[in-house]
């Protein structure tokens, strides 16, 4: 136990956000093809890839469906799919991980940080803005205190 590469920070895995990946969300939206009742597959075509994924749903709370894509290898349902090496699989078949989970707790701050004036103003860097027009005085002053909140961290 703890050899080497075998903890959170510096680990050797691939990050997921580097990656061709097929979205369900996107492909509903671009491709203006919402999914009609009783469809159970699409094919996925990127570059020179072809494959088809099977298609489940899940009701919702208040009515409605949930659509999910099976994982080829695997078949667990999940909304993205990802291209690595010419094979499609979901992020735990190829062990990704996402750069959010190799921060430590000063790099998790920042990045908060950089959320939060992002949030207030679109082209803001880190420091906090001015309270842009059209903001509520007491929305704004709940993203400061986060951002003090973070920085103090």
């Keep these: ?4 590469r075998s903890g959170r920070y510096g680990s050797g895995r691939p990050l997921a956000e580097g990656l ?5 969300a996107e492909h509903a939206r ?19 890839l072809h494959a088809r994924a099977h298609l489940t749903e899940t009701a919702t709370r208040f009515g409605g469906r949930r659509l999910w894509v099976c994982c080829p290898r695997c078949g667990r349902r999940c909304h993205v799919l990802f291209i690595v090496f010419g094979r499609i699989a ?8 996402y750069h959010s989970q190799s921060l430590d707790r000063s790099g998790r701050a920042l990045h908060a940080m950089g959320k939060i004036a992002k ?14 027009p059209g903001m509520h005085w007491s929305r704004y002053n709940q993203l400061a ?6 920085s103090n961290v």
């Design 145 to 150: 205190e986060r951002f003090e909140h973070q």
């Design 20 to 24: 061709r990946r097929f979205d369900l």
């Design 119 to 132: 949030r207030i103003d679109a082209n803001a860097e880190m420091d906090l803005p001015d309270k842009p």
């Design 30 to 48: 671009f491709k203006g093809n919402e999914t009609p009742d009783g469809a159970i597959a699409v094919d996925i075509t990127v570059g020179n």
């Design 1 to 4: 136990m703890g050899g080497s």
């Design 90 to 97: 979901c992020r735990r078949c190829f062990r990704l991980r």
